[in-house]
């Protein structure tokens, strides 16, 4: 079973518009950690936020935003006024206490901001 | 910023040849990981590394693949007799410490191709 579940396999979107990447997770830990990283053409992965299993505020850094609901095990991104430079894959991550070793990604959501 | 460097960025090799993908680490990161990604899919998991051995490693990475930490600084990955279905982007990643919270950081990613 997926760990980590990216639906939207691509999006695009008109620059300036603001774009949610869903992302929904399964896990039997009550210790979990939550990442997003950024894959951009050039193909290296970028950190973008981590958020832990205790922790269900809304994070917001300039133009990111996450919302962490462990009701419906999700960690959905939003990025507002999106430009250009956003398109890339954006992956998201679990990493569990029991396997603390492994981060368990999605299957990338490929982002496309049109200008 | 830290950087996790990778080398080469790009390597071709013919079915059944041996490739050593090099990496070096963080300088003062402990645990190391290799992971790849298939065109068009997500990051997987091949194996960890911590105290020079394998704490952990995936079904992916069989007799073919072996990992070595030479000397101070650099991570390799091995593969003995490469596949066709090898060609893949492989990541090395570090971190400071084992614990679930931490991000990893990322190198740019080595690029095979196996013909």
């Known amino acids: 079973a997926q760990k980590v579940t990216q639906a939207q396999t691509e999006i695009s979107v008109v620059e300036k518009e603001d774009v949610t990447l869903d992302c929904v997770y399964e896990?039997?830990?009550?210790?979990?950690?939550l990442f997003w990283y950024k894959q951009p053409p050039s193909g290296e992965l970028v950190f973008l936020i981590r958020?832990?299993?205790?922790?269900?505020q809304n994070e917001i850094s300039g133009r990111y935003s996450w919302n962490f609901q462990k009701s419906t095990s999700s960690f959905n991104f939003t990025i507002t006024a999106s430009q250009v430079v956003d398109s890339a894959v954006y992956f998201c991550?679990?990493?569990?206490?029991?396997?603390?070793?492994?981060?368990?990604f999605g299957t990338g959501t490929s982002l496309t901001v049109i200008p | 910023e830290p950087e996790v460097t990778q080398t080469p960025s790009h390597q071709v090799t013919q079915m059944g040849q041996e490739v050593i993908l090099r990496c070096v680490p963080i300088?003062?990161?402990?645990?190391f990981y290799w992971y790849r990604q298939i065109l068009g899919q997500k990051v997987e998991f091949l194996v960890s590394?911590?105290?020079?051995?394998?704490?952990?490693k995936s079904e992916i990475f069989d007799d073919q693949f072996s990992v070595e930490r030479p000397d101070g600084s650099n991570f390799t990955l091995k593969i003995r007799s490469t596949k066709l279905e090898d060609s893949a982007m492989y990541f090395c990643?570090?971190?400071?410490?084992?614990?679930?919270?931490?991000?990893?950081?990322f190198g740019s990613g080595t690029q095979l191709s196996v013909l």
């Open positions: 991550a679990l990493s569990e206490t029991n396997t603390g070793n492994q981060f368990y």
């Open positions: 896990t039997r830990d009550t210790t979990y950690y």
């Open positions: 590394f911590y105290n020079n051995e394998i704490s952990e």
């Open positions: 958020r832990n299993s205790f922790d269900e």
């Open positions: 300088s003062n990161h402990l645990y």
């Open positions: 990643a570090s971190r400071s410490r084992g614990d679930t919270n931490e991000k990893l950081f």
